[in-house]
C-alpha cells in the first residue's frame, strides 16, 4: 500500500502555530454591531433555535466568517475568534447569537441521540471509566485525543473551570506524516478497518458499532477519525474482531505523537472565545478540571457540529453515522 505525505497548511508544528496569527481573529466593534443588531430583529420575531441564516442577516461580517471557515476548511483547520459580548447577554440570549453566528459558517448536525443540536459542554457527573456509554464531554475527566463526526466543531467558552480544563489541538496531518516517516507498518494499519463504539446511540435495527480507518483520503484530502476510549469500548461486543498489540500500539503512538510537545498546542481559551476546528485534519483534547461549587460559576463551553461547503464529498464510511445522525435530528430519542 503506497501512502504519501499530507501536504499544505494543515500540516503543522505547535511552534509553527505559535509563530503566526493568521488563525486567531479578534472580532471588531463594527462586528460585534451586526451581531447586536442581527440578534434583535430575531428576538423582535420570537423565533427560536433551530433556525437558518436568513434568519440572523449579517453585513460586512458575513465575508469575514467565510473566510475563517476558508482557513478551517482549506487552510490549518484550526480559527480563534476572540471578542463574542458573552457580557451583554444572558445564557439564553447569547446561546441565539451563538447558533445565528453559527449558520453563516455551517449547517449544524445532531450530536447525540436526542438530536441536540446546541450541545452543552459541562460535567454531569458521568464517568466513562464505568459507564462505556457515559460522554466524555459530560464529565470533569481529561480526555485524550480525538475528534468529533462533523467537519467543522465549535466551541464557545462561556464559563471556565476553577482550575484545569486546558484545550489541547494537533494536527493529525503532521501526525501522519512523522508515523509515516518513522514507522509506515502502522500507518498502513490505521489506514485499514476498525472497530469503534456507538456508545448506545444507534438507531433500533443498527449494529451498536461502526467499521472505520483512523486515516483515509479522498480526492487527495486526508480524513481521520480517532479516539482511543471507542476503540476500547466496542471490545465489549463478542463479534468484534480482538485488537491485536499492533492496533494498541498503533493508537497509542497517535496519541504520544499529538501529546508532544512539537505537535501540541495548547490554547488559552477565554469566556468570549469561539474555538473552530477541522475534525478532519486537527485532534483535540482536554484535561481534567476542578469545577466550583456554585451552579453559576461552574465550567460551561457550547458546541456546534457543522457540515460545511468545503466538504461536499466525504469517504463512504462516513455515510452510516451521518444517516444516524440525520435519523435523531428527525427522531429524537426521549431525554
Known amino acids: 500500500m503506497a501512502i504519501s505525505p499530507i501536504e499544505g497548511p494543515c500540516a503543522w508544528t505547535a511552534a509553527q502555530m505559535k509563530a503566526s496569527d493568521r488563525w486567531i481573529y479578534h472580532l471588531t466593534e463594527e462586528d460585534r454591531r451586526e451581531l447586536r443588531e442581527a440578534l434583535s430583529a430575531l428576538r423582535a420575531s420570537g423565533t427560536r433555535i433551530p433556525f437558518g441564516k436568513e ?14 471557515r476558508e482557513e478551517a476548511e482549506h487552510g490549518s483547520g484550526v480559527m480563534l475568534i476572540r471578542g463574542f459580548p458573552l457580557e451583554e447577554w444572558d445564557l439564553e440570549t447569547a446561546k441565539l ?11 449544524p448536525l445532531a450530536q447525540n441521540a436526542r438530536g441536540q443540536l446546541l450541545g452543552e459542554v459541562a460535567d454531569k457527573g458521568g464517568n466513562p471509566n464505568v459507564d ?36 489541547c489541538v494537533s494536527s493529525a496531518a503532521a501526525v501522519h506524516n512523522r508515523i509515516l516517516a518513522e514507522r509506515p507498518d502502522l500507518l498502513e494499519l490505521l489506514y485499514g478497518e476498525w472497530y469503534c463504539d456507538a456508545r448506545g446511540e444507534q438507531p433500533e435495527g ?22 482511543n ?36 498546542l495548547d490554547m488559552d481559551f477565554r469566556p468570549g472565545d469561539i474555538q473552530l476546528l477541522n475534525n478532519h485534519v486537527v485532534l483535540h483534547s482536554r484535561t481534567d478540571f476542578v469545577d466550583y461549587d456554585e451552579p453559576e460559576k461552574k465550567r460551561l463551553l457550547l458546541r456546534l457540529w457543522l457540515r460545511t461547503p468545503g466538504y461536499p464529498e466525504l469517504p463512504a464510511f462516513m455515510t452510516p453515522r451521518l444517516q444516524d445522525m440525520d435519523h435523531w435530528m428527525r427522531h429524537p430519542r426521549a431525554a
Open 55 to 68: 434568519r440572523f442577516p449579517l453585513g460586512p461580517l458575513t465575508a469575514k466568517l467565510e473566510r475563517l
Open 97 to 107: 447569537a451563538y447558533w445565528g453566528l453559527g449558520t453563516h459558517l455551517g449547517e
Open 132 to 167: 462505556p456509554n457515559a460522554r466524555g464531554y459530560h464529565t470533569a475527566h481529561a480526555m485524550p485525543f480525538h475528534n468529533d463526526f462533523c467537519d467543522i466543531v465549535g466551541l464557545l467558552c462561556v464559563r471556565r473551570a476553577k482550575s484545569g480544563g486546558l484545550s
Open 206 to 227: 443498527r449494529l451498536p458499532y461502526y467499521m472505520e480507518p483512523r486515516f483515509a483520503r479522498l480526492g487527495g484530502r486526508l480524513f481521520t477519525h480517532h479516539g
Open 229 to 264: 476510549t471507542y476503540l476500547s469500548s466496542a471490545q465489549r461486543f463478542p463479534e468484534v474482531p480482538r485488537m491485536t498489540e499492533r492496533h494498541f500500539e498503533a493508537v497509542a503512538l497517535v496519541d504520544k505523537l499529538c501529546a508532544s510537545d512539537e505537535f501540541r
